[in-house]
């Protein structure tokens, strides 16, 4: 094998090695849980964040396998037409039922920076809601004077956007309309501390 060859299968050994150990510990821990856990899933909490590696649904909510229903983007962005994302919320409130819908974006965003300082192809098509918000919103964030506490302002409102966008989706619409529990949350969390903040504007219900 020369040296430019690509990484073969054997490179992550280490990684099977560790879900084989961390299943053991599982189901010594709690005899029978994959059993149960394979037989149905029951989240209350359906997780919209951003695909950032820091930003662990489960892991910062402290969470186990089935308690969160998760979609993550870049830059945790709702698109009206994102099949992808709108099929996971349809899933999500109409077959799991869940009762929460949790938008959680955060400080330090390189999605929210790209949309700002200029992305290319996809990524810049996929930028565009927050990057017409950070138009929309220029008087709001031009008093912010530190650059990085100014884009850490736009990840807040792009959190408010998407909690808006959501509470206009037909499916989260005609989930309220027929009386169903449910809330929307918007959140951001904080690379430097670990700590998730609640931004208060979440919605639960439609507007009078
Ligand atoms: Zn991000």
């Known amino acids: 094998m020369s040296d430019s060859a690509p990484p ?9 090695g560790q879900n084989r150990r ?23 909490y359906l997780w ?7 930003v662990p649904a489960n892991v910062i909510t ?5 308690e969160v229903f998760v979609h993550r983007n870049i830059a945790n962005v709702v698109h009206g037409a994102d099949i992808n994302c709108l099929s996971v919320l349809q899933f999500a409130v109409e ?7 949790i938008i959680c974006g955060h400080y330090g965003c390189g999605g929210i920076k790209a949309a700002v300082e200029g992305a290319t192809g996809l990524l810049d098509y996929w930028l565009h809601p927050v ?7 220029r008087d709001v964030l031009d008093v912010v004077a530190d650059e990085s506490h100014r884009l850490d302002r736009l990840c807040e409102l792009n959190v408010a956007l998407q909690v808006e966008t959501l509470a206009r989706t037909p499916i989260i619409e005609a989930a309220w309309a027929r009386g169903q529990e449910l809330r929307i ?6 690379l430097k501390d670990g700590l998730i903040r609640n931004l208060e504007c979440g919605r639960a219900g439609p507007r009078d």
């Open 22 to 44: 961390w299943a053991a510990e599982r189901e010594a821990s709690d005899p029978g849980y994959f059993d149960r856990l394979s037989h149905q899933q029951s989240p209350e």
């Open 95 to 101: 077959n799991l039922k869940v009762r929460h819908v």
């Open 131 to 137: 990057r017409r918000l950070a138009r929309e919103q």
């Open 62 to 66: 402290g969470l186990d396998p089935g």
């Open 185 to 190: 949350h918007g959140w951001c969390y904080d």
């Open 8 to 16: 073969g299968p054997a490179l992550l050994d280490h990684l099977l």
């Open 48 to 54: 919209i964040g951003c695909s950032d590696s820091r």
